[in-house]
């Protein structure tokens, strides 16, 4: 057993094991998963605070604005400091956020937790960058493909978990459970994750300003983030506003059933290594070409979700997919750019 950890904590040749690479796909999804934790549970959180479906919907603002908060200040630090140490660090917060949701008194107070917890979910793109740090070249494609589909299955999963759990244990045991989860993975990843020595020994204030000369010199990568921003944003639009669909008529479905709603979206899980097999090969831009076409048929079926739940689902499963097939696209594409750059792209 000792043999095994000093083995696991050793500097790591080229290459990734197929179990270490299931690991982080793991904790990425578990991570990933307490940004999405909220939404089918949107119209009671709004009744147990006594706030109005639109106060509510601020919720998902408030958690992806941390997001964003936490992928320009935090990130970066992926590349200027010991990534198993960092990821350990932002997964304690992560369950002192979820917490103090948990246990919030007031709306106010639970909306700033949920934003705490989206500045912290961002943990997630930092082990995406550290496989893509352990993967040789011609593997790199599957290894971040598999690495997203565990951050897919986390964020659809965390859906059905909070709906079912919600209805039989109420909505903060939901929140609960994930701050419990979140120190078992820090404890866990401290002892199993292998040691990722930085790749940078510059000053904080030095490495923000990196990223934005990354930003300036890289015309790919900011074309990448316009394509990623317009699809994040088609997917976020559905999920921010689905649960409310669901829970008024014609539907008036229970947490539970609006739960399982995130279920259809599997399949964008299921074609995450597909899509990073085409990047590997060459054929990237086939990856991207095709996503794009199906996110508009996903559009087309959900312009008729509100009096077809057929239409719904389908819509669910192609948006899922095209959005899914898109991100892995990107990413595959941009961490070909610099190589010690990674966390900051």
């Avoid at 964008?268 to 899509?275: E, F, R």
Wanted: with cysteine; glycine share 10%.
């Amino acid at each position: 057993m000792p043999s095994q950890s000093a083995g696991l904590t050793a500097e790591l040749e080229p290459g990734i094991s197929r179990p270490l690479v299931l690991l982080l796909a793991f904790i990425c999804g578990a991570a990933v998963a307490n940004l999405y934790y909220a939404q089918p549970l949107l119209h009671t959180i709004s009744r147990a605070f006594s706030v109005s479906s639109g106060q509510a919907g601020l919720l998902v603002t408030a958690s992806q604005a941390g997001y964003v908060l936490g992928l320009a200040l935090l990130v970066p630090l992926g590349d200027l400091l010991e990534r198993r140490r960092l990821i350990a660090v932002i997964l304690v917060v992560s369950a002192g956020a979820l917490g103090l949701a948990a246990a919030a008194p007031s709306f106010a107070v639970f909306a700033i937790a949920v934003a705490i917890v989206g500045v912290s979910a961002v943990v997630a793109q930092i082990i995406v960058a550290m496989s893509s740090s352990l993967a040789s070249g011609t593997e790199r494609g599957r290894v971040v493909g598999t690495v997203m589909s565990g951050l897919l299955i986390g964020i659809l999963v965390a859906r059905t978990i909070s709906g079912i759990a919600a209805e039989f244990l109420g909505w903060r045991a939901v929140f609960v459970m994930a701050a419990v989860a979140m120190m078992i993975l820090a404890s866990v990843l401290r002892c199993v994750l292998p040691r990722v020595p930085p790749t940078e020994r510059l000053s904080y204030p030095q490495l923000l300003r990196s990223v934005l000369a990354l930003v300036r010199g890289e015309p790919l990568l900011r074309q990448r983030m316009l394509i990623g921003a317009t699809a994040f944003g088609c997917f976020s639009v559905l999920w921010t506003s689905v649960a409310f669909l669901l829970a008024g008529a014609p539907y008036h479905y229970g947490n539970a059933v609006i739960g399982l709603f995130g279920l259809a979206g599997l399949a964008g899980a299921l074609i995450a290594p597909v899509a990073g097999r085409l990047s590997d090969r060459g054929h990237g831009r086939l990856a991207m070409t095709g996503s794009i076409f199906v996110l508009l048929l996903s559009w087309g079926a959900l312009a008729f979700g509100e009096s077809s739940v057929v239409a719904l689902i389908v819509g669910i499963v192609l948006l899922d997919l095209g959005a899914q097939a898109m991100h892995i696209s990107n990413q595959s594409a941009i961490y070909t750019l610099h190589g010690q750059a990674r966390s900051r792209l």
